[in-house]
DNA sequence: CGTTAGGTTGACTTGATTCAACAACAGTGG
DNA sequence: CCACTGTTGTTGAATCAAGTCAACCTAACG
């Protein structure tokens, strides 16, 4: 995409693809005549709902979503969160039926891309087939560490590796200021994300902050030592696949910018 | 693929890729042509490392392997088990490096897909690229399951849920005898599947053992009543997409023998 | 026939939950 | 403008599910 465009609603979406394979102007071209209905989503209204079968695709465009899952006794665990240029929908537009829910954790813009054309284009465009491929594959990376994340890493470590987590994809994506990011979750879902209560959630960030670790204004969360957070979390920003492309793809340097 | 023929090394993968997308003769003569290598792997030999770049896709032909990390303080989470017909390391393939490893639970054939021929048949068939992305979506879905099973249910429901798990897809893969099977995981593996310790998963198996829910004769599992095992695991096999095949494809009955 | 991996059980400890109260704050309507 | 209300955040005390430690048992196997 060349710098100095005039932005576009899809921008980020495409942006993000270019990092995933190397594409051609056709292959450009092609996302971006994708038709598509913007619609504005007030926080915490659902996107999708497991048992639909949604006539499209989800792009997020603005703000952030949420997929979660409520278990029989109604205990809710969530399972990812996005930001613009995802797609979060794929599951119930490709297979038949969404097998989770998709919620809006802010107040959001999305774009609905009829499933018939999302179907031509990974048909007639190999690239932008493989390239949301890989985008898939990249967010399985992501959901297994979230299986550790909750499986075997105590409230504390499991605190700070997703503080880590969402640091490293804001910053990546350019939503980050310089050291701090404001993450617009409450406590409770911070608890649905890693499979504890909200009071333990509570202490466990009183603690951290009390120990430097992060510092807390509103939701906004500031981190003094990235290196203890880092440490006491086990992260590693590999499963994030954040310099994704593929072998053959872009010469060092292209996406530079998105690395900060 | 034609009822009676020759038992093939690959039929398994074609069998399920068949279920991912209606295919036709030349894909299917494409996946039959793929050259592979052989090889023997026994029990717990690694199949990739964590941080691997391997020279080709590996398939599982016979025997069962598992995926997992090891977190910084050395504690193992077990991120899926896998079964004949499942490509294991697309991951490392088709992105940079392998993020988790993959070990064999038993002994194992596999069989390895070099990258580039790999890469040729996805570019040259777009209804295999089809079909290959919604396995990685399937992939992702049952990814998601666990989390919700290590992050929201307790020990006793998380077994029951695994169990359920194992019974529908070995039993769809034609591998379950009647009302029973043969789980070969030690029970410290079970523990890391579930993100608990091996002494734990003794004490809730003998309980389910006295209570009837389960019958156990070394490995061999035998559910006296799926009904409440399902229930007490809180299982909806949605997520496993068993039916998956594309709105196109197959006409009902084709792979009902599969679903038994 | 000793060695080893896997399984089993009891006693004790602990990280996290539960319950319950209260504080801070934003929004809403009289 | 303030009282009212609901959501979110905070804290203490009691309880519990699961972990830890340690002993011992069993079967497979070179």
């Known amino acids: 995409m060349a710098l100095g465009s005039v932005a576009h609603i899809l921008d980020r979406m495409v942006r993000k693809f270019e990092m995933r394979a190397r594409l051609d102007?056709?292959?450009?071209?092609a996302l971006y005549n994708l038709p598509f209905e913007i619609r504005a989503i007030p926080a915490n209204r659902y996107i999708v709902r497991e048992g639909d079968r949604p006539?499209?695709?989800?792009?997020?465009?603005?703000?952030?979503?949420?997929?979660?899952?409520?278990?029989i006794d109604g205990s809710r665990q969530i399972l990812s969160v996005h930001i613009p240029g995802d797609f979060v929908d794929l599951e119930g537009t490709l297979l038949r039926t969404a097998d989770h829910n998709v919620q809006a954790l802010t107040q959001c813009e999305i774009a609905i891309?009829?499933?018939?054309a999302l179907v031509?284009?990974?048909?007639?465009?190999?690239?932008?087939?493989?390239?949301?491929?890989?985008d898939t594959l990249i967010d399985g990376s992501i959901f297994r560490e979230w299986i550790v994340n909750v499986g075997r890493r105590d409230a504390r470590a499991g605190m700070c590796?997703?503080?880590?987590?969402?640091?490293?994809?804001?910053?990546?994506?350019?939503?980050?200021?310089?050291?701090?990011?404001?993450?617009?979750?409450?406590?409770?879902?911070?608890?649905?994300?890693l499979g504890i209560?909200?009071?333990?959630?509570?202490?466990?960030?009183?603690?951290?902050?009390?120990?430097?670790?992060?510092?807390?204004?509103?939701?906004?969360?500031?981190?003094?030592?990235?290196?203890?957070?880092?440490?006491?979390?086990?992260?590693?920003?590999?499963?994030?696949h954040l310099d994704q492309v593929t072998p053959e793809a872009a010469s060092p340097g292209d996406y530079q910018s998105m690395r900060a």
């Open 161 to 193: 590796h997703l503080l880590c987590e969402f640091a490293r994809r804001l910053e990546a994506a350019g939503m980050a200021e310089n050291g701090g990011y404001e993450l617009p979750m409450t406590q409770e879902q911070l608890a649905d994300a």
């Open 55 to 71: 006539p499209g695709a989800t792009l997020i465009v603005a703000g952030l979503a949420y997929r979660h899952k409520v278990t």
């Open 120 to 134: 031509a284009l990974i048909e007639q465009h190999a690239r932008l087939s493989h390239a949301m491929w890989v």
């Open 197 to 240: 209560t909200p009071v333990h959630v509570n202490r466990v960030l009183r603690d951290l902050d009390r120990e430097g670790m992060i510092v807390r204004d509103k939701r906004f969360v500031r981190v003094p030592n990235w290196e203890s957070l880092r440490k006491a979390g086990g992260f590693n920003e590999l499963y994030l």
């Open 113 to 116: 891309v009829p499933r018939d």
């Open 25 to 29: 102007e056709a292959d450009r071209a």
